[in-house]
């Protein structure tokens, strides 16, 4: 069982609820990567660049193939 590695955006809403969102590529389709090292990098680019005190998360999905 191979695994890919995804990030969430975590929004804070202004009644305090956090909303999880998945990011998504140039297509639209959620954005895999194949490594964990890969995904922490741009995590840490987006994560470097967030004004609005919005905060990333990787989550890892486990494929069946």
Do not use: C, W
């Not at 297509?27 to 905060?55: P, R, W």
């Amino acid at each position: 069982m191979s695994s890919s590695f995804i990030i969430i955006k975590n929004i804070e809403t202004v009644h305090k609820t956090v909303v999880p969102v998945v990011i998504l590529d140039d297509l639209g389709e959620v954005m895999e990567f194949s490594s964990e090292e890969e995904a922490e990098k741009l995590k840490q680019i987006f994560q470097k660049n967030s004004d609005s005190g919005h905060t990333y998360l990787i989550r890892e999905i486990k494929n069946k193939r």
